[in-house]
């Protein structure tokens, strides 16, 4: 199973910039990189997912609210999330996780069979 460990959530103030990270181990080339969001009383979202295509060329896709305002990205065994523009929304606890295989969805949860333990982002108006 994947190990995955996040890092760099905090507060900003509205329009700010935040960078997560996940480190992952036991990385195979079929393993499919995701981020979920959960704020208190809402269910788990989707906010990123990520897939490699050939080498170190990956695909990204994005939940309609983070478009052109997140950035995944992953290098090696690490995975990024690069968010700007924050807004009061995107306040939440931040998940990185994993899943295997040619099946399932980036977007549901679901089809994820590791997560970390997750970061908590806040942003105030």
């Known amino acids: 199973q994947v190990q995955l460990v996040e890092s760099g959530g905090g507060s900003v103030q509205s329009g700010g910039s935040l960078t997560l990270s996940c480190t992952a181990s036991r990385l195979t080339s079929s393993t499919k990189l995701g981020w979920f969001r959960q704020a208190p009383g809402k269910e788990r979202e989707a906010v990123a997912g990520i897939s490699r295509i050939s080498g170190r060329t990956y695909y990204a896709a994005y939940a309609d609210s983070v478009k052109d305002r997140f950035t995944a990205y992953q290098h090696n065994n690490a995975l990024h999330l690069q968010m700007n523009g924050l807004k009061p929304e995107d306040t939440a606890m931040y998940y990185c996780?994993?899943?295997?295989?040619?099946?399932?969805?980036?977007?549901?949860?679901?089809?994820?069979?590791?997560w970390g333990q997750g970061t908590q982002v806040t942003v105030s108006s």
């Open positions: 996780a994993a899943r295997t295989g040619d099946g399932g969805s980036w977007s549901e949860p679901r089809d994820y069979n590791s």
